[in-house]
Structures are given as structure tokens and as C-alpha cells.
């Protein structure tokens, strides 16, 4: 079983449509969630980090389920410059160098 | 506020060439340090991670070598490249361990020939 698993998508949605990435995670001592978004051929830029109890930041919501150890992003209100690919990132556990980064979700929000 | 370079942007190498890409960071002090690699449809795989001067961590043996000759500086060398080395490189630093976010520099897109 990968580390952190990610449905590669692509997830086509047409704009103002809403759509939710999960991401399972295999290590039940993580404890530092992450989503970053890459648009192609760039660096991964940080979207949002996962906390316990979700949170949102705009159109984006995050939550962690940690009995079932998986992560979700919920985008409403899908806009073209939505269109990217979305990775999920787990940590090894508090004080770790290590992050685990899944291979991501692609997402294309359609006209 | 912090900014991450990397240099050079893409590199087009022969098999059995030498291999050095610089990464530096701006605007912080002791940040630890990453090297990723991104091959084509695939996550990010660490190579190496440094959380001090000279102090270099690697997670996978290959014939890569990293070095941290100064506090903000990154370097990532190769004696001979291999096909396999090809992908994408990202340079990552971090202002201390988990639970703190990384951030990315733009990446050296890497094509051994």
C-alpha cells in the first residue's frame, strides 16, 4: 500500500460546479496534513493546511478524518483557473523532515 | 520576506556528463533544507534533506551527492548522469520540522540524452 494515495484523475467539471479530492494516508502517527496545488510544468505552491476540526479558505474546504485516515478537499464554485493538479502531503509525524506527497489529482474545469 | 532560486532553469545533459544544480534561499536564517525529484507522471521522491551546515541527509542511494557549503545554500551533483536522472528537480526549504509547511522553488527541468 503507497504511503498516501491519490485518485489521478482527471476530474473534467465544468466551471461553477463543485468537486471534493480524498487522499488516504497509510501512517496513523501523521500528524500534519497539507494540500498544494502544481500547475503544469511549475512548482507546487501551497494551498491550504488540514486541521483536526476542518477549515476553509474561500471556495476551498478542507477536512481530516483521522479514524479512517483520509483527507478531503471540497472546491465550490469551480473556476477555470482551478485547473490544475492537487497533491496531498502527510508528514511522518511531529518533528519529522519527512513530508509524503501523494501523485496528485488533475483536475480541468471546463467552460 | 523569503524567496527560494534555482538555477539553472532546464538542462539538457549527455549520459556520463557531471551534474551540479544550485538552489538558495533569501530572507531567513537555518532553514532546513530539500531536494525533490519529480519524474514524468509521478509524486515527489526526497533525495536529500539538510537541516544544518554540512549536514546532509539522503533518503535514497543513486548516484546523487548533495552538499550545504553555506547556511542558505543547496547543492545537488552528480559525477555521471544516468538516463534515469531525468525529471524534474525542486529545491524545498522549510523554517523547521513537521508540522511546518515547505516551500518550493521553481525547479531545474532535467533531460539526460
Known amino acids: 500500500r503507497k504511503e498516501v494515495e491519490q485518485d489521478p484523475g482527471p476530474f473534467n467539471v465544468p466551471e461553477g460546479a463543485t468537486v471534493a479530492f480524498n487522499c488516504t494516508y497509510s501512517?496513523?502517527?501523521?500528524?500534519?496534513f497539507f494540500w498544494y496545488r502544481q500547475d503544469c510544468r511549475k512548482e507546487p505552491k501551497l494551498l491550504m493546511s488540514v486541521y483536526s476540526s476542518g477549515n476553509e479558505d474561500g471556495r476551498f474546504t478542507a477536512q481530516l478524518n483521522r479514524a479512517s485516515q483520509y483527507i478531503s478537499l471540497l472546491i465550490r464554485d469551480s473556476k477555470l483557473s482551478d485547473s490544475a493538479t492537487y497533491l496531498c502531503?502527510?508528514?511522518?509525524?511531529?518533528?519529522?523532515?519527512?513530508?509524503?506527497f501523494g501523485t496528485g489529482t488533475r483536475l480541468k474545469v471546463l467552460a | 520576506s523569503q524567496t527560494i532560486h534555482q538555477w539553472p532553469a532546464t538542462l539538457v545533459q549527455p549520459v556520463g556528463s557531471p551534474l551540479s544544480l544550485e538552489c538558495t534561499v533569501e530572507?531567513?536564517?537555518?532553514?532546513?533544507l530539500y531536494w525533490y525529484r519529480q519524474a514524468a507522471g509521478r509524486g515527489l521522491q526526497l533525495l536529500f534533506y539538510?537541516?544544518?551546515?554540512?549536514?546532509i541527509s539522503s533518503e535514497v542511494p543513486q548516484n546523487l551527492s548533495a552538499s550545504r557549503p553555506q547556511d542558505r545554500q543547496f547543492i545537488l551533483s552528480s559525477k555521471k548522469l544516468l538516463l534515469s536522472d531525468s525529471g524534474f528537480y525542486l529545491c524545498?526549504?522549510?523554517?523547521?520540522?513537521?508540522?511546518?509547511?515547505?516551500?518550493f522553488g521553481p525547479g531545474t527541468r532535467l533531460l539526460v540524452l
Open positions: 524545498a526549504w522549510s523554517p523547521g520540522l513537521a508540522p511546518l509547511t515547505q516551500y
Open positions: 501512517n496513523s502517527a501523521s500528524q500534519s
Open positions: 502531503v502527510v508528514s511522518g509525524g511531529s518533528g519529522t523532515y519527512k513530508y509524503i
Open positions: 530572507g531567513t536564517s537555518n532553514p532546513n
Open positions: 539538510s537541516v544544518g551546515i554540512g549536514q
